[in-house]
């Protein structure tokens, strides 16, 4: 894979005051008003943003459960991210973060009764580069039943730990920002940059 241009990343919707108990209470109570559930995958965040949403008392009414997929072939073999896809862009992209979402809502599906939203995390904590990617550089994917999203790249500074856990929080910001939103408006383009 050759380096191409430098990207142009996106600003963070999440407030700098927010942490991750805040938008992930944020996100549950949202997701229990709207009866709706939520799977998630993960690479670079590893479990940090199952760690955040399980931290809130009454999570379990929303939240199914996910996986941390930071082998490469979780991500294609668990997640049907596309083997392609990955052999032409790398894992740090912002198509594999949304594939990761849709993969979260089909393994967390059960009983007939499907997952709302699915979550996908990608990107590079450091300390060195990966896939010709910075360090900071990270993809989040959104996934509903009839639509799915990838944001970024976000270029979070920091150490590794505040890499990750700027992540997670923006993660949980996209998700609560979507959930605000009139039911069937979710994940249509709005002032958020994003890949569909």
Partial sequence: MAPSAEPQYIARLAQVTD???????EAVQLLKRRSETLGVAESLTGGGLMAGITSISGASAV????????????????LEVKPDLIAQHGVIHAEVGKQMAEG???????????TTWG???TGVAGPTSQDNKP??????????????????????PGNRE????????????LLCNELRKEPGRELEEDEVNATS
């Fill in 63 to 78: 939240f199914r459960g996910g996986v941390v997929s930071y082998d490469t072939n979780l991500k294609k073999d668990l």
């Fill in 104 to 114: 979260a809502r089909t393994i967390t599906t059960f009983n007939e009764l499907p």
């Fill in 162 to 173: 505040q890499i990750r856990e700027a992540t997670v929080i923006e993660a949980l910001a």
């Fill in 119 to 121: 979550i996908g995390t």
């Fill in 19 to 25: 942490t991750v108990y805040s938008v992930a209470s």
């Fill in 135 to 156: 360090v900071g550089m990270v993809f989040i994917g959104l996934a509903l039943p009839q639509r799915s999203r990838g944001f970024g790249p976000f270029l979070f």
